[in-house]
């Protein structure tokens, strides 16, 4: 496939593993995105997974057509993006690697001295003349790893973004926002301030695609992109509606949950809710941090809370959850103590307001805890 004139795409599409990176579902399948540029320096962009090594050489040699690549950039040295390197090595030993110092270092990490092509090494902001094209680098540390670069071909104005604004799914046509929302949160959301001040670092150069290491070509509305990832990793809520995320045991919880959910309705709030049992894990966190508020419902269970919210808060923590509203339900049919403990749990985060209406149903709704639900659902709406 034609990018421009000179860069064609050479990826690969995965649709048989079921967990990315060894915890992720992913239905829809994944792609590891690898491209040539042809020039008077013939360039590879990173390689692909080890499972698609075979195909992805073949794609390389079908787009080479007879010529031999000088260079092959390596902007990140995960697996899913690297692993092809040694394969690709032994049928290229000329083909130069044009790497950072850190990716370099993980090159023997990874391969020992089973790689003998030579390197150039570059720095953050050194330029590669290919000829007509001309790449430069930028160093991204954390985006998702410490080696991470991205890299712009100023003549055609295109980003190679490595894992940024990559998306799950491998179907190119298949709606960005959700699939993007939850490949960045899930793997990235903890490095918000680094992913700040790439885009600082970004908006010096015009970008008119974007090429990133998952997912579709990025070509128009390029800064409705940009824009979703200041808000994701500004912890900006993208969306004003409350999540209702719990977990229920014999069905209580769920009533209280839905009581409320039917209550915000009814005062024009936008609401989603997730049985956090039913739905797996990386859908419920993307959603929190998609949402301006959220309402967590679970129960006391062997003196901490049910393992799910337990699993979901951990999740949230560890991912610097922050500048949202929570509200609280806890149940518990002697000694509910679980809305102490997601208290505690979230105590770390930056800017969470509590309301003050926190709901106890012991055990089941009662008229009590009904009119507490009312309240939080009026707290919530001011
Ligand atoms: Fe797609 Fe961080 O690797």
Request: aromatic share 12%; hydrophobic share 35%; glycine share 6%.
């Amino acid at each position: 496939m034609e990018i421009t004139k000179d860069i064609l795409y050479i990826g690969v599409k995965d649709t048989n593993t079921d967990l990315f990176e060894g915890q992720y579902k992913i239905p829809n399948g994944i792609t590891y995105n690898s491209y040539l540029i042809k020039d008077k320096k013939t360039t590879v962009m990173d390689t692909v997974d080890g499972k698609f090594t075979d195909e992805w050489l073949n794609n390389l040699n079908s787009a080479l057509e007879g010529t031999i690549p000088d260079y092959i950039v390596i902007q990140h040295m995960e697996p899913d993006h690297s692993a092809s390197l040694k394969i690709f090595c032994e049928k290229y030993p000329n083909t130069k690697i044009v790497a950072n110092a850190k990716a370099q270092d993980m090159i023997k990490h990874y391969f020992g001295d089973m790689i003998s092509n030579g390197f150039i090494t570059v720095a953050n902001g050194e330029t590669l003349d290919l000829g007509c094209h001309k790449l430069t680098f930028i160093f991204a540390p954390m985006v998702h790893w410490p080696e991470v670069m991205v890299t712009y071909d100023s003549t055609d104005c295109v980003l190679f973004s490595a894992d940024a604004f990559g998306r799950f799914g491998a179907d190119e046509n298949a709606p960005w926002d959700d699939e993007a929302r939850r490949y960045y949160i899930g793997i990235v959301g903890k490095y918000g301030a680094q992913v700040q001040s790439l885009l600082k670092k970004a908006a010096d150069y015009p970008i008119k695609t974007i090429c990133s290491l998952h997912g579709p070509i990025l070509r128009e509305g390029n800064s409705r992109y940009i824009e979703l990832y200041d808000k994701w990793s500004s912890y900006t809520p993208e969306t004003e509606g409350v999540l209702i995320a719990y977990t229920s045991v014999y069905g209580h919880t769920k009533e209280a949950a839905e009581l409320l959910k039917k209550y915000l309705i009814e005062k024009g709030e936008t609401v989603k809710l997730i049985d956090l049992a039913r739905t797996e894990w990386s859908f419920a966190v993307a959603e929190a941090f998609r949402f301006s508020k959220i309402v967590l419902a679970t129960t006391t269970y062997n003196n901490d809370i049910f393992p799910f919210m337990r699993q979901f808060i951990d999740h949230l923590t560890e991912r610097n959850f922050q500048n949202r509203k929570v509200g609280l339900i806890e149940n518990g049919s002697w000694a509910p103590t679980a809305a102490k403990i997601m208290t505690d749990k979230l105590s770390g985060c930056k800017n969470l307001t509590f309301c003050e209406n926190k709901v106890t149903v012991k055990a089941a709704l009662n008229s009590q805890s009904i009119d507490a639900i009312k309240s939080l659902s009026d707290e919530i709406c001011n």
